[in-house]
């Protein structure tokens, strides 16, 4: 897929819902739901070996501005594919990560995130493990519409952004060999998303719709993840007094890899696509919340059929700013 259309697609996609001129005003800091759902599953193609945050979303489900920190697991299984019998290894990604979303001036939102992972896997040879800080990924959002605060029908938000992942985790020219090229800290490389959000409301319930697309660089090894396009849609009701703020989630994300190219080449079995489910929640009192949402494949088709999506789940703790 050619980035130089992705932008004009996902503006026609999303702007085409943002009709209605109904909005809904307040002033809680835990109510207005600016959720930058953003699948940047992953970094470093398929697994998640250096994800920022990607269909586990890129900001909070409450927090319009927030800083926190967040903890997600990623499992897997994967083989060489050689023969019918081949082993299977069990595959783990733990990302602790500090996230952030910081208003810089009016419109316009900075979202940081900076991830320490520890991965770990079976093989046939034993138990391996690898760990260390990831690639640090800054995005920017820009609210392009927004429904005029003069009736109580339907809130519309529809933003857009860039930003990029600055190369800081190791990547490990060795695991390019290995049944699963993702089985890294980081990709050694920069690389660059784009991204848009569109949000309706309607009283406690809503949706939040996104798109964005990964535009992935060669690294100093000679090797290249392939581009990413990521969507997803998360349905949800809010539910506030004055004690609390809850917020169920219900939705679905997917994930499409482009081939993996080293020296130039192609990398055989390295694309594919992703199909999940997912449900999770946010509770908020006063300036903190807490969350947690799960993901499970419903659709897979990644590496060739030679690696495989078990679940994905994860936790938050925020602070509102």
Request: hydrophobic share 35%; net charge neutral.
């Amino acid at each position: 897929m050619s980035y130089k259309y992705i932008i004009p697609l996902l503006l026609i996609f999303q702007f085409a819902f943002a009709t209605d001129k109904d909005s809904l005003s307040t002033h809680n800091p835990f109510v207005r739901f600016h959720q930058f759902a953003i699948a940047l599953e992953d970094d470093c193609d398929a697994c998640g070996c250096s994800a920022s945050g990607g269909s586990m979303g890129f900001a909070s489900m409450l927090n319009s501005n927030f800083v926190g920190v967040r903890y997600f697991n990623q499992s897997y299984k994967s083989t060489d594919g050689l023969y019918s019998n081949s082993t299977w290894n069990n595959e783990n990604y733990n990302t602790m990560q500090i996230w952030a979303r910081i208003p810089v001036i009016k419109r316009v939102q900075i979202s940081a995130l900076v991830p320490y992972h520890f991965h770990n896997r079976e093989t046939a040879t034993g138990k391996q493990s690898i760990s260390g800080i990831g690639d640090i990924t800054v995005l920017a959002m820009y609210q392009l519409y927004q429904t005029h605060k003069d009736s109580t029908k339907f809130v519309h938000t529809l933003q857009a952004g860039g930003g990029m992942k600055i190369p800081i985790g190791k990547f490990d020219q060795d695991n390019n060999g290995s049944f699963n090229p993702s089985y890294q800290v980081g990709t050694g490389s920069w690389d660059y998303l784009l991204a848009t959000e569109y949000v309706i409301k309607r009283k406690q319930f809503g949706l939040n719709t996104m798109l964005n697309y990964i535009i992935k660089t060669e690294n100093d090894k000679n090797y290249r993840f392939g581009n990413q396009f990521n969507y997803s849609g998360t349905f949800f009701y809010l539910h506030e007094n004055n004690t609390f703020s809850f917020a169920p989630q219900l939705g679905f994300s997917g994930e499409v890899y482009d081939d993996n190219y080293q020296l130039g080449q192609q990398v055989n079995n390295t694309a594919g696509d992703i199909f999940l489910g997912k449900i999770g929640f946010e509770i908020a009192k006063d300036k903190f919340s807490l969350g947690a949402n799960v993901m499970l494949p419903i659709n897979q088709n990644l590496n060739g059929g030679n690696l495989e999506a078990n679940y994905r789940w994860s936790f938050n703790l925020n602070y509102s700013l």
